[in-house]
Structure formats: structure tokens, C-alpha cells
């Protein structure tokens, strides 16, 4: 038996095709964060097991939606991402291996209508097929992980991430990732400076275009590149700011 998970939060322009893709599962478990669009009514359609909770981060969120599903085996996917026919043959016969606890899928984005191969985006592996048995989240608020005890594997086929739609979402995702990294790295202990923020987000634009060849994709590789660099300069500019905050109470 197969459960698929999702957490959802305001994914109306996405979550049609992600569940329509993974209908085929045993069972689908979506935990929606309050959304205040048509999210809950279109998942509606597709399970019953819709469950609408507060907001403890990432690892949390995922966490509690890993408790409540019932499956031998659990896929965890995010409402941007979508499964194709091959993907899903393949997943389906990797479950018949006994052998094996966890599988990396590669993913394959697309970042404002293109799919980007360069900048370090391709191939993304993520582990998100596991035995429910031998895996659990990590408890980070933003960039938590699975953790499986036991073998993993790497399947071929890829999973389809529409990471970026336009550029309004881009700046959404950067301003909510941002602030997300920044408390992160806060309550670890983690300063920073105006010279830190500036040189952070220098480095990961010529990471970005030039030593992982965004270059080669194109516009889209230049725009990646530049919010990439952005996302990095305000991650370190809001720490200087919980920083400063912190310092004169």
C-alpha cells in the first residue's frame, strides 16, 4: 500500500495537477495550512483525508502528515510537483524491492515556464519514497529532510517541479524563504553584516551563472542566477537585522 503526502498552503494554482497525477496512490493525506483560496475544495476532489491544522514549519507540517498515513510505503511530494506515467511505473516497481528503505527521485524544474538543466538544479535527487516504517522528518522549520535508516536507492525518471511561474512568484518565494533562513540560522548561533549579505549573494550569482553554467539556459539561466543572489543577500540581510534587533533590548 501507497500513501501520498501534502502540505498545502494557498496552492490553488498548483494542487489540481499534483493530486491528479498521484490519484492512482491508495491513499492521499493532505494537512492545509488555513489556505484562503480554493486549495482544501480542490483536494477535496480527489481524498477525503483533508485535514486543515496550524503552522509549526516544514519538518513539522510533514511530520504530522507522515503520522497519519497508513501505507507500507509513503511517497511525500509538495503541490508544485507532479508525477508522470514513467515515474510512476517505476515507483511502483521499485516498492517490490525488499531490500531496500528509501528512493532518491531526480527532479527536474522549471523556473518561469522553462526547464532548467544547469545551475545546479539537474539533477536535483530528493529522497521522497521511503518505507513508513524506517523514515521520519527532520524537525527544521524551512529545508527539512527525510531521514531513513537503511538502504536508498536512485530511481531514473524524473519528477516534474514547476518552481517558478512568474516572477511575482519569485519574489514571493524569495521574501518567504528569506526571512525562513534567516530565523534559521539565528537560533544557531549564526551572525552576519551588511558586507556578509552583499559578498553572500556576489558568490551565489557567479556560483550560480558561471560555475554551474546557468548560462547555458538561457534568459531564464540569467534570471535564476540574479534571485538566487537575491535570495542569499536578504537571508544574511534579515539576520543582520534579528541580530541588531536582538542587540538593543
Not at 489556505?35 to 509549526?56: L, N, R
Not at 529522497?127 to 527532520?138: C, E, M, P
Not at 551563472?209 to 542566477?225: C, W
Amino acid at each position: 500500500m501507497l500513501s501520498v503526502i501534502i502540505i498545502t498552503k494557498n496552492e490553488a494554482q498548483h494542487i489540481g495537477r499534483c493530486l491528479a497525477s498521484v490519484a492512482w496512490a491508495d491513499e492521499i493525506i493532505v494537512l492545509d495550512s488555513d489556505s484562503s483560496d480554493e486549495t482544501v475544495a480542490i483536494c477535496q476532489q480527489f481524498t477525503d483525508k483533508v485535514f486543515i491544522t496550524d503552522w509549526p514549519g516544514f519538518g513539522p507540517q510533514k511530520q504530522r502528515a507522515l503520522d497519519k498515513a497508513r501505507g507500507d510505503w509513503v511517497l511525500s511530494i509538495d503541490a508544485d510537483e507532479e508525477i508522470g506515467p514513467a515515474l510512476k511505473d517505476e515507483i511502483l516497481q521499485a516498492m517490490q524491492q525488499n531490500d531496500v528503505q528509501g528512493f532518491e527521485i531526480p527532479r527536474l524544474s522549471s523556473y518561469c515556464g522553462k526547464q532548467i538543466k544547469h545551475g545546479g538544479w539537474w539533477p536535483d535527487y530528493v529522497l521522497r519514497l521511503f518505507r513508513r516504517a524506517d523514515g521520519r522528518f527532520s524537525s527544521e522549520v524551512v529545508h527539512e529532510r527525510i531521514e531513513v535508516a537503511g538502504t536508498i536507492r536512485r530511481l531514473n525518471n524524473p519528477l516534474l517541479h514547476e518552481a517558478f511561474v512568474d516572477p511575482a512568484e519569485v519574489l514571493h518565494k524569495i521574501n518567504a524563504y528569506s526571512s525562513l533562513g534567516a530565523e534559521k540560522m539565528f537560533n544557531n548561533g549564526k551572525r552576519a553584516s551588511l558586507g556578509k549579505a552583499i559578498g553572500k549573494g556576489l558568490w551565489t550569482f557567479i556560483r550560480t551563472y558561471f560555475i554551474q553554467a546557468a548560462i547555458l539556459d538561457g534568459a531564464e539561466g540569467l534570471m535564476l542566477a540574479i534571485s538566487n543572489a537575491e535570495g542569499s543577500y536578504y537571508k544574511y540581510l534579515k539576520l543582520r537585522e534579528l541580530c541588531r534587533k536582538t542587540a538593543s533590548k
